[in-house]
């Protein structure tokens, strides 16, 4: 749940990365604590990996200045894409505010996706909202594979799976190189915020 302090001006933002397993959404909270480094003012929390997944998850503060003569801060999170993680995805998306959900392009990755999608649907829904209802952008991560020959779902094939009802905007992007992982960040922020304040008004 968002924390507006009128009094302060502040508006506090909490903003989740969901997507399966390996999917990336570590590597995109990565690569915008190097890229904003000098506006992040604490470290990258990410609680408990073994290798490089998410056990529980990652958790990245940032301020983004002023809309409309509010503080905006931003809370980024990750939660575990690994199945079995279900409870703390669950908790993870307490209060949120928006999601980002990071589908991986492999193509043998075609089913995971749908699945967390659904699971996203599920775990929402235990705290009586659904899709339609929180702010989403939809990231089709890891493109740079395509110039490695792997085989990768198409964009046409993404948005069929994925995208058919919800209609939510979509980035191709690559967490580990960059394009299209700060443009997908702004997008939901953006997109937070003006539900917030439709709501304040
Ligand atoms: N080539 C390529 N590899 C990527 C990209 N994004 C992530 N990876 C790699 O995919 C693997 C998994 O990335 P993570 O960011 O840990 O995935 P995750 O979604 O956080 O995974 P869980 O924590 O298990 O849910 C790592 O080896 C990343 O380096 C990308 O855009 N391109
Ligand atoms: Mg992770």
Redesign the pocket.
Known sequence: MAIINLKKGEVQAKIV?Y??????????L?YIYRKFHDRIKTEMVTIK?HG????FF?FLPIEIGKIKGFDIRIQLY?????VKYDATRRLVLRGVDGVVF?A?SLAVRRKENILSLKNLADNLATYKKSLFDVPMVLQY?????QE?GIPLLSLEALEKDLNTRLKAPSFE?????GPNVVQTMKRIIVMTIDSLRRDLT
């Open positions: 990365y997507g399966p397993g390996r999917g990336g959404k570590t590597t995109n990565e990996t490089d997944r998410t056990l990652d990750t939660v575990p894409g690994q990071v991986d991560n890891k493109r740079d594979l490695e992007a690559s967490a580990l190189k």
